[in-house]
């Protein structure tokens, strides 16, 4: 049964939106979410409250500062949240506690401490939650649809590549020694204009934290399974940013997975010379009686002109069905009182990976996932 | 021995220094694209093995026999079981003894290396490699040293990290994980559990500049004959026969080792050996303070 034919519309609170548009943007794309209300805490900087107004501007409803104030007055039932990335799941849990499903941001948070907060909450308060993700993309989609069908056996091995061709500020090596390092805040902040702000937040986070939830959410929809051991290599390899903060561009992860499953991941912020679309990212899957191999992107257009400006796409992604897919999961999630994809328990457990691969490129050791 | 060398061929090919090539242990399908090979390089002809003046053999003690009987030798790949068996290779000055691996001398793979090697991707920061195979045979250390003689050449140095796992019940599948001085890192994975039919090959290299992708998924052409369409590849044929042949021929005519040689396969061996060891510790190995060999630690 689609959820449309439950035709309750879902009013939609926008919980801080000073990251990505895209998320409550997405989440509009379906008929039975719609946003009523912008709302901040009043104790942020300017430069959130802006955003916020800004945002709220555009889609002309009202921004008001202090969260359960705009919740109660606007009569809510979905928090849709793009916050700073640590304030991510207190937001969620603060959501949850007044019986608000969540629909949140990447990453679940820079803290696995805090995730687990949310997972007490949303069972306490038995709400929905859902992280941001792109498990219903076409070409996953497609991915699913083979495995589920057996046409390579049981899978065993599962590899992403997951590289956004994007810079991030000045490249490595060129800060004069004479300069200060770059602040982490201001750098995400300046990149907002290009989108390239995955990071925002006051703690600098690495590639693996700021994207590694998406090709880790594919390992997860695909296999079905939780990683147990993780061994990761990291660097700061391009980006002046991310030297300065000690946290990497770069990463390669070997994910041990339940039932004798492996994964890897290579994922990085690689510089716009290295592709000429968003990047190379690529699902291989082996199974015991064949093999797969997916492009992210496709399907896709070509597109190439005379004088077409270098920052434009030369292959554009094309009959993605992303946004409504996952608010049609997440409705359906709403209306059953259960399940939806990528829940709060299976983000925190992405997230307890993401940190012990964090973990285990600082310390060179396989970590054991939290 | 059979000779696949056509009378005109032997016409046009007599005239020159010409190295007679005997290919001793080698089966009719490989015998082909040897011949072909050949046929595509002014300097080589394929003779029978008593008119040869360098051969291709299997095994070490083949190979050392050739040697010392004089000929040039090419050992067929699979032949060194491990480290040891690439350091009793004998090499008698003015004998070029080569393994005769097309890993590096695949076109693709010389397209990646010319982009490397003239800086064009800036410092190194990651290499990853796909080989999926049928057979269903167990990845064995020569195996995945092809693949990591890769890695050493286009790093330009050993790993200094190596973690390992290995999965199915004969070892069908292989995964490694490398670390190299500095930051660079790659990610390998050899399997054999492809049904009978082609094998996929896949190789990436990310620098600090830019990137190269070597992917049969990028090369395939689609056959319509009903039902979903076959992806049929874009072959390279045997130019990297043609490649390797030529590195062989002008190694001996300049009367210089070839390139790699068994220094370049003995470490990779030694490499795929720590592996090995990586899979039975569960554990990291790293580089040791020799540089020649590795530790748990």
Same mark, same amino acid.
């Given at each position: 049964?689609? @959820?449309?034919?439950? &035709?309750?519309?879902?009013?939609?609170?926008?919980?801080?939106?000073?990251?990505?548009?895209?998320?409550?943007?997405?989440?509009?794309?379906?008929?039975?979410?719609?946003?009523?209300?912008?709302?901040?805490?009043?104790?942020?900087?300017?430069?959130?409250?802006?955003?916020?107004?800004?945002?709220?501007?555009?889609?002309?409803?009202?921004?008001?500062?202090?969260?359960?104030?705009?919740?109660?007055?606007?009569?809510?039932?979905?928090?849709?949240? &793009?916050?700073?990335?640590?304030?991510?799941?207190?937001?969620?849990?603060?959501?949850?506690?007044?019986?608000?499903?969540?629909?949140?941001?990447?990453?679940? +948070?820079?803290?696995?401490?805090?995730?687990?907060?949310?997972?007490?909450?949303?069972?306490?308060?038995?709400?929905?939650? $859902?992280?941001?993700?792109?498990?219903?993309?076409?070409?996953?989609?497609?991915? =699913?649809?083979?495995?589920?069908?057996?046409?390579?056996?049981?899978?065993?091995?599962?590899?992403?590549?997951?590289?956004?061709?994007?810079? @991030?500020?000045?490249?490595?090596?060129?800060?004069?020694?004479?300069?200060?390092?770059?602040?982490?805040?201001?750098?995400?902040?300046?990149?907002?204009?290009?989108?390239?702000?995955?990071?925002?937040?006051?703690?600098? $986070?690495?590639?693996? =934290?700021?994207?590694?939830?998406?090709?880790?959410?594919?390992?997860?929809?695909?296999?079905?399974?939780?990683?147990?051991?993780?061994?990761?290599?990291?660097?700061?390899?391009?980006?002046?940013?991310?030297?300065?903060?000690?946290?990497?561009?770069?990463?390669?992860?070997?994910?041990? $997975?339940?039932?004798?499953?492996?994964?890897?991941?290579?994922?990085?912020?690689?510089?716009?010379?290295?592709?000429?679309?968003?990047?190379?990212?690529?699902?291989?899957?082996?199974?015991?009686?064949?093999?797969?191999?997916? +492009?992210?992107?496709?399907?896709?257009? @070509?597109?190439?002109?005379?004088?077409?400006?270098?920052?434009?796409?030369?292959?554009?992604?094309?009959?993605?069905?992303?946004?409504?897919?996952?608010?049609?999961?997440?409705?359906?999630?709403?209306? +059953?009182?259960?399940?939806?994809?990528?829940?709060?328990?299976?983000?925190?457990?992405?997230?307890?990976?993401?940190?012990?691969?964090?973990? +285990?490129?600082?310390?060179? =050791?396989?970590?054991?996932?939290? | 021995?059979?000779?696949?060398?056509?009378?005109?061929?032997? /016409?046009? !090919?007599?005239?020159?220094?010409?190295? !007679?090539?005997?290919?001793?242990?080698?089966?009719?399908?490989?015998?082909?694209?040897?011949?072909?090979?050949?046929?595509?390089?002014?300097?080589?002809?394929?003779?029978?093995?008593?008119?040869?003046?360098?051969?291709?053999?299997?095994?070490?003690?083949?190979?050392? /026999?050739?040697?010392?009987?004089?000929?040039?030798?090419?050992?067929?790949?699979?032949?060194?079981?491990?480290?040891?068996?690439?350091?009793?290779?004998?090499?008698?000055?003015?004998?070029?003894?080569?393994?005769?691996?097309?890993?590096?001398?695949?076109?693709?793979? /010389?397209?990646?290396?010319?982009?490397?090697?003239?800086?064009?991707?800036?410092?190194?920061?990651?290499?990853?490699?796909?080989?999926?195979?049928?057979?269903?045979?167990?990845?064995?250390?020569?195996?995945?040293?092809?693949?990591?003689?890769?890695?050493?050449?286009?790093?330009?140095?050993?790993?200094?990290?190596?973690?390992?796992?290995?999965?199915?019940?004969?070892?069908?599948?292989?995964?490694?994980?490398?670390?190299?001085?500095?930051?660079?890192?790659?990610?390998?994975?050899?399997?054999?559990?492809?049904?009978?039919?082609?094998?996929?090959?896949?190789?990436?290299?990310?620098?600090?500049?830019?990137?190269?992708?070597?992917?049969?998924?990028?090369?395939?052409?689609?056959?319509?004959?009903?039902? /979903?369409?076959?992806?049929?590849?874009?072959?390279?044929?045997?130019?990297?026969?043609?490649?390797?042949?030529?590195?062989?021929?002008?190694?001996?005519?300049?009367?210089?080792?070839?390139?790699?040689?068994?220094?370049?396969?003995?470490?990779?061996?030694?490499?795929?050996?720590?592996?090995?060891?990586?899979?039975?510790?569960?554990?990291?190995?790293?580089?040791?303070?020799?540089?020649?060999?590795?530790?748990?630690?």
């Amino acid at each position: 049964m689609s @959820s449309a034919e439950n &035709s309750t519309v879902f009013r939609c609170a926008v919980v801080s939106v000073v990251k990505h548009a895209y998320v409550p943007n997405g989440v509009v794309k379906h008929p039975r979410f719609d946003l009523v209300v912008v709302c901040d805490d009043t104790d942020q900087p300017d430069w959130v409250h802006e955003r916020n107004q800004l945002y709220a501007d555009e889609h002309g409803i009202p921004y008001v500062r202090g969260i359960e104030q705009a919740i109660a007055e606007h009569d809510v039932q979905v928090a849709v949240i &793009s916050s700073e990335a640590e304030r991510h799941c207190d937001l969620a849990v603060r959501c949850a506690a007044i019986g608000l499903h969540v629909v949140q941001d990447k990453p679940m +948070s820079n803290r696995v401490s805090e995730c687990d907060r949310v997972v007490a909450a949303v069972a306490e308060h038995d709400v929905r939650f $859902m992280m941001w993700n792109r498990n219903f993309l076409p070409a996953v989609v497609e991915a =699913k649809r083979v495995l589920d069908e057996g046409r390579i056996g049981r899978p065993y091995a599962f590899h992403v590549d997951f590289y956004f061709a994007k810079d @991030s500020g000045p490249p490595k090596g060129s800060r004069d020694p004479d300069e200060p390092p770059i602040d982490w805040l201001e750098r995400q902040i300046e990149a907002h204009a290009d989108g390239s702000d995955g990071g925002v937040g006051v703690e600098a $986070m690495g590639e693996l =934290k700021i994207e590694g939830i998406y090709p880790l959410a594919y390992i997860q929809h695909l296999a079905g399974c939780r990683v147990e051991r993780v061994y990761a290599r990291t660097a700061s390899h391009f980006h002046q940013a991310n030297a300065d903060n000690d946290v990497e561009d770069l990463a390669t992860v070997t994910l041990e $997975m339940e039932n004798g499953l492996i994964g890897t991941l290579c994922i990085g912020r690689i510089g716009a010379a290295s592709h000429p679309d968003i990047g190379e990212i690529k699902l291989h899957v082996l199974g015991e009686t064949g093999g797969l191999v997916i +492009s992210e992107a496709r399907p896709e257009v @070509s597109v190439y002109y005379r004088n077409q400006p270098p920052q434009e796409f030369r292959h554009r992604r094309m009959a993605i069905d992303l946004d409504y897919q996952l608010m049609e999961n997440f409705a359906g999630a709403i209306d +059953s009182g259960r399940g939806g994809i990528l829940d709060a328990a299976t983000s925190r457990d992405i997230a307890a990976t993401v940190q012990a691969a964090v973990d +285990s490129g600082k310390s060179g =050791k396989v970590e054991d996932v939290a | 021995m059979r000779s696949r060398t056509s009378g005109r061929e032997w /016409q046009d !090919k007599t005239a020159r220094n010409m190295l !007679k090539l005997g290919l001793i242990d080698s089966d009719p399908a490989a015998d082909l694209d040897w011949q072909a090979a050949a046929d595509r390089l002014a300097d080589v002809t394929i003779v029978d093995a008593d008119a040869a003046d360098a051969v291709l053999v299997a095994g070490v003690d083949a190979a050392n /026999q050739a040697a010392a009987a004089g000929h040039h030798v090419l050992l067929l790949p699979g032949s060194l079981c491990n480290a040891d068996d690439a350091a009793r290779l004998a090499a008698p000055d003015g004998i070029v003894v080569m393994l005769a691996a097309t890993g590096r001398f695949r076109p693709s793979i /010389q397209e990646v290396q010319a982009v490397n090697s003239a800086g064009a991707l800036g410092p190194l920061g990651l290499l990853r490699i796909h080989r999926w195979m049928p057979a269903g045979a167990p990845v064995s250390i020569a195996c995945l040293a092809e693949q990591l003689d890769l890695a050493n050449w286009l790093f330009d140095t050993l790993p200094s990290e190596i973690y390992a796992v290995r999965r199915g019940e004969s070892g069908s599948y292989a995964h490694l994980h490398l670390g190299f001085p500095g930051d660079g890192m790659a990610l390998i994975d050899v399997a054999t559990t492809l049904p009978a039919g082609d094998d996929y090959y896949s190789l990436s290299l990310i620098g600090g500049d830019g990137s190269v992708y070597a992917d049969d998924h990028h090369n395939m052409h689609l056959l319509y004959a009903g039902g /979903q369409p076959e992806a049929v590849r874009g072959g390279e044929g045997v130019t990297g026969l043609v490649n390797l042949l030529g590195e062989f021929t002008t190694a001996i005519s300049e009367g210089r080792p070839a390139d790699p040689g068994t220094i370049a396969t003995a470490a990779a061996l030694r490499v795929a050996e720590a592996a090995e060891r990586s899979i039975e510790a569960g554990a990291p190995l790293r580089l040791d303070a020799t540089g020649d060999g590795y530790e748990l630690g």
